[in-house]
């Protein structure tokens, strides 16, 4: 049970980091693009009814994407991880 803990533990602290990284890459480009002098609402607010559907459509197929990157991932893991089941009992000498 430690070791799966830990690894939870890693993975969660790896996650952590990932969305942290995310978020400052995020506001990066948001700084950006105001420096550029170019409001995201703005260009927002000017997209029409079918630009707004073909975005939705591109984040649907982008978030399914990781979605089944996730699920493959989680499955190799799955695979891969020895189950208490499989491990050799404890050495008892016979003597």
Not at 37 to 50: F, H, T
């Amino acid at each position: 049970m430690s070791q799966e803990n830990e690894r939870a533990e890693r993975i969660m602290a790896e996650s952590e980091a990932l969305i942290a990284k995310v978020q400052r890459e995020l506001d990066e480009a948001e700084a950006f693009y105001r420096e550029q002098g170019i409001d995201l609402e703005a260009l927002e607010r000017s997209l029409g009814p079918k630009e707004k559907e073909e975005v939705a459509r591109l984040l649907a197929e982008d978030k399914a994407a990781i979605e089944r990157a996730v699920d493959e991932e989680k499955a190799r893991l799955s695979f891969n991880s020895p189950s208490q089941a499989s491990r050799p009992g404890k050495f008892r000498s016979m003597i």
